[in-house]
């Protein structure tokens, strides 16, 4: 017995130097993924912000060498053309804009030093979800048992999630720098405010659906943390292309951080692809919760505070998915909309754990 307990402090404390280093790593994730913005490209942001203003230099050259050509072909004479087609991301009914160059900016240095910056996220999230697996192995349990436990797997689960999507070749290193930035604010006050020892838990949680409620009430949080940051940008890169339509003069600094962005429709779209794809796995999650609370509690639904929430965070999301597919709701009442479900999700994550008290309140927090 004095073997085992000794050995699983060890395992707690090895656990706590493992999400300590991480957070190291992410920092300097956090430093080289500032770098990589500031040395982005002002050439191609400049190309991005002649094709918002559709006046670009390039599209007129492109025009007068096809008039020149066509004027040969006739001889001289006056020939009729069609206005030239520009290919764009956006859906239809939204303005014609190119994604821009990336925080990159495409540049060499800025490139090198975003790869450089992955590299240190995908190492920090391999440490932290070391620290996350020792933590189980010295409680001998899910490492979900409070707070401290939830935040780190939270924010191990949302790294992993955009990792995977960069494996994919997907276009998402724009939000490598605020998704760094949110884990050593969640780590910081994992490790500060929330942090418990390792402990066993009470009786009522002590079933199997502790692995399939809580883990898919992690992963639907973590991604909709991803939609909610593609949300947030979608809202800032409209109002600055709305105001580059108008011929409104912008900021130089602001205008070279939006316009490496993707267009607004892009981040658009990748919002509610997103938001949509997990909102039934977020249905599950209430379903599952409500089933645990039958074998637990002996009733499926008691109007507990974190019950409550749950359904108003979904309630949130069916409206802002509902409201996409209404004309009358969609772009920036949507995206919104989305915001406010989110919100409504960080609220229930700490606002109800820390300051309401009910069923779901474990170990303190």
């Known amino acids: 017995m004095i073997l085992a307990a000794t050995t699983n402090e060890n395992l707690a404390n090895t656990a706590n130097v493992l999400v300590y280093s991480s957070m190291a790593i992410y920092t300097l994730a956090f430093f080289a993924h500032i770098v990589e913005w500031v040395l982005g490209s002002r050439s191609k942001v ?6 918002l203003t559709g006046a670009g230099a390039a599209a007129k050259a492109m025009a007068t060498v096809e008039v020149r050509t066509a004027e040969k072909e006739n001889g001289g004479g006056t020939a009729v053309l069609e206005r030239p087609k520009v290919i764009t991301r956006s859906a ?21 030093y975003g790869r450089i910056a992955v590299s240190m996220t995908a190492l920090g999230f391999l440490l932290e979800a070391a620290g996350v697996i020792s933590r189980a192995m010295a409680v001998q349990r899910a490492p979900w048992g409070n707070m401290y436990e939830f935040s780190t797997t939270f924010s191990t689960v949302a790294v992993g999630t955009y990792l995977a999507f960069l494996l994919t070749k997907k276009n998402v290193r724009w939000i490598g720098l605020p998704l760094v930035t949110t884990v050593l604010l969640n780590l910081g006050i994992a490790t500060t405010v929330l942090y418990t020892d390792s402990d066993q838990l009470v009786p009522a949680l002590h079933s199997y659906w502790l692995w399939i409620h809580v883990s898919t009430a992690i992963f639907c949080g973590a991604v909709f943390y991803l939609g909610a940051v593609g949300t947030l940008f979608y809202l800032l890169r409209d109002v600055y ?13 602001w205008a070279s951080v939006m316009e490496r962005l993707p267009a607004a429709a892009t981040l658009d779209k990748f919002s509610y692809r997103v938001n949509a794809a997990v909102f039934p796995l977020w249905t599950f999650t209430i379903i599952a919760g409500a089933i645990w609370a039958g074998d637990a509690w002996g009733r499926y639904w008691g109007w507990d505070p974190k019950e409550v929430w749950s359904f108003i965070t979904w309630v949130a999301y069916a409206c802002y998915l509902h409201a996409r597919a209404t004309a009358g709701w969609k772009g920036r009442k949507a995206a919104t909309l989305a ?3 989110f919100g409504c999700w ?20």
């Open 46 to 51: 400049g190309r991005t912000a002649a094709a």
């Open 92 to 112: 239809a009914g939204r303005r014609d804009v190119p994604d821009g160059p990336g925080a990159a900016g495409g540049t060499f240095k800025g490139d090198l």
């Open 241 to 253: 292309e709305s105001k580059v339509a108008r011929g409104v003069t912008v900021g130089r600094a």
């Open 346 to 365: 960080l609220f229930n994550y700490y606002g109800v754990n820390i300051f309401v008290t009910g069923k779901h309140s474990y170990a303190g927090v």
């Open 339 to 341: 915001l406010v479900a």
